[in-house]
């Protein structure tokens, strides 16, 4: 029961509140940031696989060491390779435990949506390999309710609001798999988090992330760290990682291809047609910071 608890500190402190505190990590140099300077009780990583072996993970070796994290096979992920090699730097840099989490590949949920594919208005995507993944690792592993640190930067209000909006009585609620009974699934909707974003309490810009990760190069980072074809990036950055990237952005071209163009990523634009154009300017800020969810490209 929260009732008789106290409410936490909302400074991103956790000495000064009575609950667990998680940090969200996506791979990206904004939450590794946090992950050094702002220590939690935990550390959760959610990690995207495909099915896919076009995309398969080049090191054996490591594929092997990732399939033993998360408990699952892996073959690939969609994000740039790099992040693999992100966290586990991270991890030795930190000299913290990072748990990785994973739901159902892509794959598998694309097939189950009956091909139909994710976008800006329905982000199933995020919900189903992020943001499940990370709470019912935490629904497992903690004592509910816990404080979760976000890496939101002092310019990202609007994103801030965004997640903690939807908190009820100081929390946030999530529905979780509690087990099962006679074969069947059982929920229960339970006080889940309340998040909290310790770099903008402490008024620090993307120019003081990016300073500190030049001055250490332990961690190695990708240009980007979100999902190669996601979505929220704008097409002519989306332009540049089917250049980079282009077996990966294959595997999202194929999604919409194999349909028919009936669902697409973006609506009334197909990944084909956004790789076939020629590049009129070069992006001078690789900065990923459309989607919300505080999952993915912080």
């Known amino acids: 029961m929260i009732e008789n608890q106290i409410q936490p500190d909302l400074t991103g402190n956790a000495s000064y509140n009575p609950f667990s505190t998680v940090n969200s990590l996506s791979g990206g140099k904004t939450s590794s940031y946090m992950a050094v300077h702002y220590p939690a009780d935990h550390n959760v990583f959610a990690l995207v696989r495909t099915d896919n072996k076009d995309c398969l993970f080049p090191d054996r070796k490591i594929r092997q060491l990732v399939a033993d994290k998360i408990n699952a096979e892996f073959i690939g992920t969609l994000e740039d390779d790099m992040i693999i090699y992100t966290m586990l730097d991270l991890e030795q840099f930190t000299g913290q435990k990072i748990n990785w989490v994973t739901g159902k590949t892509f794959d598998q949920l694309i097939k189950e949506k009956n091909d139909f594919l994710p976008g800006s208005m329905v982000r199933y995507c ?113 332009n540049h990682r089917s250049s980079e990237n282009p077996i990966k952005y294959e595997w999202f071209a194929q999604q919409e291809r194999k349909n028919d163009y009936k669902y697409r990523f973006i609506e009334n634009l197909t990944y084909d047609k956004i790789s076939s154009k020629k590049v009129q300017m070069e992006l001078f800020d690789y900065d990923f910071s459309e989607c919300d969810s505080g999952y993915c490209g912080l």
């Open 126 to 238: 995020t919900i189903d390999m992020k943001i499940k993944p990370i709470a019912q690792w935490c629904y497992e592993n903690t004592d509910l309710p816990i404080i979760m640190q976000i890496g939101f930067r002092t310019n990202e209000q609007r994103r801030a609001f965004s997640m903690t909006n939807r908190e009820i009585d100081g929390f946030e609620n999530f529905k979780f798999n509690i087990g099962e009974k006679n074969g069947r699934r059982q929920w229960k909707t339970l006080p889940y988090r309340k998040c909290t974003f310790p770099l903008m309490n402490d008024k620090l810009y993307k120019d003081n992330i990016i300073g500190y990760w030049n001055n250490n190069t332990s961690v190695r980072f990708a240009k980007f760290n979100n999902c190669v074809g996601c979505f929220h990036q704008n097409p002519i950055l989306l």
